[in-house]
């Protein structure tokens, strides 16, 4: 699969890719919440609530957990 959708924002693998390499330029060495759901990517953990968050902006009260996990490994990004 290569689209899925979150609150009726369509995303593609690619943002999710995207969203990852930010991540790791630019948060990943002050960002510590995230581990028990986190999804990988190149050998690296990587939490899912916030990519989403990158992706589609704001998302309100998001309780994050599995179904947030099977977002991102839907477009096979992550395990």
Same mark, same amino acid.
């Given at each position: #699969?290569?689209?899925?959708?979150?609150?009726?924002?369509?995303?593609?693998?690619?943002?999710?890719?995207?969203? #990852?390499?930010?991540?790791?330029l630019h948060l990943r !060495?002050?960002?510590?919440?995230?581990?028990?759901?986190?999804?990988?990517?190149? !050998?690296?953990?990587?939490?899912?609530?916030? *990519? *989403?968050? #990158?992706?589609?902006?704001? #998302?309100?009260?998001?309780? !994050?957990?599995?179904?947030?996990?099977?977002?991102?490994?839907? *477009?096979?990004?992550? !395990?």
């Amino acid at each position: #699969m290569n689209q899925t959708s979150f609150r009726g924002q369509q995303f593609t693998r690619g943002a999710i890719g995207r969203a #990852m390499d930010w991540f790791d330029l630019h948060l990943r !060495g002050s960002f510590r919440r995230w581990r028990t759901y986190a999804v990988k990517h190149n !050998g690296r953990d990587h939490p899912p609530r916030e *990519l *989403l968050r #990158m992706i589609v902006g704001d #998302m309100g009260n998001l309780s !994050g957990g599995e179904p947030t996990k099977q977002r991102v490994r839907t *477009l096979g990004s992550g !395990g």
